[in-house]
């Protein structure tokens, strides 16, 4: 059984090296641990500090591309390299090392193939008031989307069974975490969470300049996402708002032409008309977009087996 730990790198040469560090050298029922390093385009001698501490792999991208396509790349290298096991954790030394034994343990078990280390969030010191809230409150909108309990979305430390990452396919350019849970959901995926320790904070977070700037760009993500997996569902709701109201307004010019006062309400008639003209048309896009949805899943099952066949080769 091989682990390989990834970490995503940009200009992390300061915090890299405590990081790996921080790692374990062996598990109980692993029998191989390697590391890899994704370099996204730093500046700085992140590529140098991994080597000189002995990473076992390095992928890199000349410029930066973000946490998304970085993630993918070092899904696709450890599943060229024979990994059984992934784990990604963090440059900054954020998560506790010795609780990859716990993350992969719901793997090894044969429990999950998808396992999301959950972090004490309230305990976390440098965590404000809002970022706290703001996470609960995205955690509760990504279990709602993607039909799981995961309590901490946003958590990068995570571990994927190789049948697992050879299924998750981000498309994303932002980041990887929310949009994997609501894949692995929807696509009824065995996923679930561990406990799990954090470290004090090195650096702040690199990956949004602002709270509300990430808080839109997850939002985004999510709906994406979930119109991906559910359009109907979501045409149809929004489909819903206009119907109803240009059937009010509908309603409400018969009840006066009736009376003998329709003339003088053909604004009414025109206007309910459009709103009902507005919410079919919704609706008909929902239809279509759940047929293309249709076809992505057998695209992803296509995509699937070709990836399993490369990656298998091997093994």
Not at 164 to 188: C, M, S
Request: contains cysteine; glycine residues 6%.
């Amino acid at each position: 059984m091989k682990l390989i730990i990834q970490i995503p790198c940009y200009n992390e040469a300061e915090t890299l090296e405590i990081a790996l560090n921080d790692l374990p050298k062996h598990i109980d029922g692993i029998d191989e641990i390697e590391y890899l390093i994704i370099n996204d385009g730093s500046k700085d001698n992140t590529v140098q500090v991994a080597k000189n501490w002995g990473v076992h792999h390095v992928v890199n991208f000349r410029c930066n591309k973000g946490l998304a396509k970085g993630f993918m790349a070092g899904l696709d290298a450890c599943l060229e390299a024979g990994a059984d096991i992934i784990v990604n954790t963090d440059a900054d030394n954020q998560y506790c090392g010795e609780d990859i034994a716990k993350l992969i343990a719901p793997i090894l078990k044969e429990e999950a193939d998808i396992v999301i280390g959950e972090r004490p969030i309230d305990d976390i010191e440098h965590f404000s008031f809002i970022k706290k809230k703001l996470q609960h409150l995205g955690s509760w909108v990504v279990r709602k989307a993607s039909n799981t309990d995961i309590p901490d979305a946003p958590s990068g430390f995570r571990a994927f069974s190789r049948d697992a990452a050879i299924r998750i396919n981000v498309v994303n350019d932002y980041t990887y975490t929310l949009e994997t849970i609501v894949q692995a959901g929807r696509n009824r995926m065995a996923i679930t969470s561990v406990p799990i320790r954090t470290n004090p904070e090195l650096r702040e977070s690199r990956l949004f300049h602002s709270m509300w700037g990430y808080v839109k760009k997850s939002v985004l993500t999510i709906l994406r996402a979930f119109m991906w997996y559910k359009p109907l569902y979501c045409f149809g709701l929004v489909s819903v708002i206009p119907t109803i109201i240009g059937l009010s307004v509908g309603i409400r010019f018969l009840i006066f032409f009736f009376n003998g006062r329709g003339s003088g309400h053909v604004q009414s008639l025109i206007l309910a008309c459009t709103l009902l003209i507005i919410g079919f048309i919704t609706f008909v896009i929902g239809l279509l977009a759940d047929v293309i949805a249709a076809n992505r899943k057998i695209l992803e099952d296509t995509q699937y087996q070709i990836r399993k066949l490369r990656y298998d080769k091997d093994k």
